[in-house]
């Protein structure tokens, strides 16, 4: 009786970052969870504990394709997606169909399933801000052809489709635009400033800055980002909703804390900034915090412990694989 009670839940991107820790909060929360994912940029590693467990499975799918899940779903969380511009500079095309044509079939799965779906935006549709901190109300200032337009305009399409299937077909849907979050299971590799410095400074490298530094960021820890989405998915508001952190510091100042959290020897050099990167992120929460009851609970600097403390374990385990 009690399986047949539980809510079902999609979850794609499922062995990525983000969704990854949505899987283990579904799981404590009861449901039944359904986790798909391409590995592209995901790695079964992040969801590998969950695999022994009668309300978990997992489908090596890529949803630019078409989805088929049996049985009934409540939710879907549309989650897959390249998400850092080492990523979908690699693999432009991929992002823009998972943004698009993956976004198409999982809205067709939703209709067919009568399921609520959320969508991931991301800040990144603000684009180059001329306005801080940023508000939903703001259409953003994107270059759509250039090297991050690829990302930018694939969710900037998402959010356009998603609302199309809302108002044109009803549909129970949710926007949530993501502000840079961080915490354990980001990849070293990333290429996003947070893991590139903690990595840098654990392995007692020079910390590579773009430009001068001065471009600011506001960074969210994974569990207050993952709260959010929770409050988000279950509250009645179909318009796209910020979560983030909207505690702001320079990306030289994030270095600077990271080489006093890691005790390194490490300096900060500074190299070319790429095209179109922002110069500011802030989100404006108002909506969260009204809405959801939301804000962010966990500081930087216990957040940047545990995620530094993460990395130091990875460095040791890849020492120990090569010998």
């Not at 499922?14 to 009861?30: K, Q, T, V």
């Not at 823009?96 to 993956?102: F, P, Q």
């Not at 070293?188 to 947070?194: H, I, T, V, W, Y």
């Not at 809405?291 to 216990?302: M, Q």
């Amino acid at each position: 009786m009690q399986q047949k009670a539980r809510k079902r839940i999609l979850i794609t991107g499922a062995a990525g970052f983000l969704g990854s820790h949505l899987c283990d909060r579904f799981i404590r929360e009861n449901y039944h969870v359904i986790a798909m994912d391409n590995l592209i940029t995901g790695a079964l590693e992040n969801i590998e504990h969950l695999f022994h467990l009668a309300n978990f499975e997992f489908y090596h799918h890529d949803v630019s394709k078409f989805v088929h899940v049996p049985g009934k779903l409540d939710y879907i969380l549309h989650f897959a997606s390249p998400a850092s511009p080492i990523d979908y500079l690699r693999i432009p095309i991929q992002t823009l169909k998972v943004g698009s044509l993956g976004t198409h079939n999982l809205l067709g799965l939703a209709k067919d399933k009568q399921a609520r779906i959320l969508v991931a935006s991301t800040s990144e549709v603000y684009g180059d801000p001329t306005v801080s901190p940023q508000s939903e109300e703001y259409w953003g200032n994107v270059n759509p052809v250039g090297p991050r337009g690829v990302y930018d305009e694939a969710k900037r399409f998402q959010e356009a489709m998603t609302m199309a299937y809302h108002n044109f077909h009803g549909l129970d849907t949710r926007i949530v635009r993501i502000f840079n979050t961080f915490g354990p299971r980001m990849r070293l590799e990333d290429g996003r400033a947070l893991p590139t410095f903690i990595a840098q400074a654990l392995r007692g490298e020079d910390l590579t800055v773009f430009g001068n530094g001065e471009q600011t960021r506001s960074f969210c820890y994974v569990s207050d980002q993952i709260e959010g989405i929770y409050r988000l998915l279950h509250a009645e508001y179909h318009e796209p909703l910020n979560i983030g952190n909207p505690e702001e510091l320079s990306v030289k100042e994030v270095a600077e804390e990271i080489i006093a959290f890691t005790e390194s020897k490490s300096k900060i050099i500074y190299t070319d900034l790429p095209i179109d990167d922002p110069k500011q992120r802030r989100p404006d929460i108002t909506k969260a915090k009204n809405i959801l009851g939301w804000e962010p609970r966990v500081s930087r600097k216990e957040g940047l412990m545990q995620t530094i403390a993460y990395y130091q374990q990875r460095l040791k385990d890849n020492i120990k694989q090569h010998k």
